[in-house]
């Protein structure tokens, strides 16, 4: 359950809306639990609902959000590295939510989830070279981000 929530939070770009993504792929995978197939990857099976289901989200919302840093996080830098550890993250995660949804999908699910890069295009339903190809320009794409951020 972490792990969906936090592919969720990573996806929705937000905890609330990642919070309710996760909340419609528990839904939705309850009432579908007849389709999901013995033997197969229960966490695979979830991530594809989710997935589909940000893709159908996000059709019909066109507007993208960013996170910013409150002004005020910036003020108190460096005390015991707590902030300073807070304004990276949420650097990391604006950087992140500037990629391409099929960059930030493998870069999710690769580099934060651990997926193999087999596991991760199955999730996502692509070729692993497709796969791999995104998460190279996705990582240097998120690099050269955090690059200008710093």
């Known amino acids: 359950m972490p792990r969906l929530r ?26 579908n639990r007849s389709k999901w197939a ?5 966490d695979s099976w979830m991530y594809r ?8 989200e996000g059709r019909k ?4 959000r960013e996170t910013f840093v ?3 996080a910036g003020a ?11 304004v990276e993250l ?24 651990g997926y193999a890069y087999k596991e991760a295009a199955e999730i996502v339903g692509c070729p692993v070279g497709t796969l791999n190809s995104r998460l190279v320009r996705g990582r240097d794409a998120l690099m050269g981000l955090l690059g200008e951020a710093t």
Do not use: H, Y
């Open 6 to 31: 936090r592919f969720a939070v990573g996806l929705a770009g937000n905890r609330p809306d990642g919070d309710d993504l996760c909340q419609m792929t528990i839904e939705r995978a309850l009432s």
């Open 38 to 42: 013995e033997g197969t990857q229960l």
């Open 49 to 56: 609902i989710m997935r589909n289901i940000w893709i159908d």
């Open 61 to 64: 919302v066109t507007r993208r």
């Open 70 to 72: 409150a002004e005020e």
């Open 76 to 86: 108190g830098v460096g005390g015991d590295g707590a902030q300073e550890s807070a």
């Open 90 to 113: 949420s650097n990391i995660d604006r950087a992140l939510q500037k990629l391409p949804e099929d960059q930030r999908e493998a870069v999710l699910l690769v580099m934060v989830e």
